[in-house]
């Protein structure tokens, strides 16, 4: 029996009144693809910033690599390889590109310059860290505010992945996106696949998740109502499902 990379039961969160998740879980293996729809109430983005270490959950359970694990906040949730991208990239415009991938880690000298940054090798690593992922920017050294949206998506993705991350979850990575830019997105997901690195899409394209992906997670008000693999489905099902809440296949699960 394979034990899944991730694996979250009886998500339970709060807003003092607003219940926002209900017992809500998913699971995803090394190298998965997973694409996480529901409509903007359906409480992806809640249970993915629990899962990031951005938000404490109130109740149920967290698994990596089959060990129960509790995210005190995103530092701990990087420890054990995830690493969120928001939708804004929530890079800084101000610095270089490699400044932004190495920010609050970055490479110092060793003793008797502990303190002095290692600034030539830090821009080596992340050109290194651009050709391995087939990613493309003018240059390492350029202010993040002078890059394109593409580009500043290259960045968000090389950062995310350039300390050994286990999974890489995509908050709409393929908004404001022009059709080069979502190929590009789509072809580096496939890349991370290659590589081992699952990733979890919170994407309204469907065709985003039909394209790279392998399986769908479908929400609705805080919970989960189904789950179905990509060669298993089509777009006017999904759709359908985000729309109602209800698994056709499946009998609708007793009212709290």
């Known amino acids: 029996m394979n034990i899944p990379l991730i694996k979250m039961d009886g998500i339970s969160k709060s807003f003092g009144a607003v219940r926002a998740l ?5 699971s995803i293996g090394r190298g998965e693809v997973l694409g996480l729809v529901g409509d903007n ?14 938000c404490r959950l109130d109740s149920g359970t967290i698994e990596v690599d089959g060990a129960v694990t ?13 690493e969120m991208i928001y939708q804004d ?23 008797p310059f502990p303190r002095v940054l290692q600034r030539r090798r830090m821009d080596e690593q992340a050109k290194v860290l ?35 991350a286990k999974l890489v979850i995509m908050d709409e990575p393929t908004a404001n996106l022009g059709a080069p830019a979502i190929a590009k997105v789509r072809e580096t997901i496939g890349r991370l696949k290659e590589k081992g690195v699952a990733v979890i899409l919170i994407s309204h394209r469907l065709e985003d998740v039909f394209s790279v992906g392998d399986r769908f997670v479908v ?21 359908k499902m985000i729309v109602s809440g209800v698994d056709p296949r499946c009998p609708p699960a007793a009212a709290e």
């Not at 906040?73 to 390889?81: L, S, T």
């Open 22 to 26: 209900h017992h809500a879980g998913l």
């Open 41 to 54: 109430a359906a409480g992806k983005s809640t249970l993915m910033k629990i899962l990031s270490g951005a």
């Open 70 to 82: 509790i995210f005190q906040d995103p530092h701990d949730a990087r420890a054990a390889g995830i």
């Open 89 to 111: 990239y929530a890079l800084v415009p101000e610095l270089t590109v490699t400044q932004n991938i190495f920010l609050g880690r970055e490479a110092v000298g060793a003793w």
């Open 130 to 164: 651009f050709t391995g992922l087939g990613l493309r920017v003018p240059s390492v050294t350029s202010p993040v505010r002078h890059l394109s949206g593409g580009q500043q998506q290259a960045v968000a993705i090389a950062r995310a992945i350039g300390f050994d």
């Open 219 to 239: 929400m609705k008000h805080g919970r989960v109502v189904a789950t179905r693999d990509v060669g298993d489905t089509d777009s006017d099902d999904i759709v």
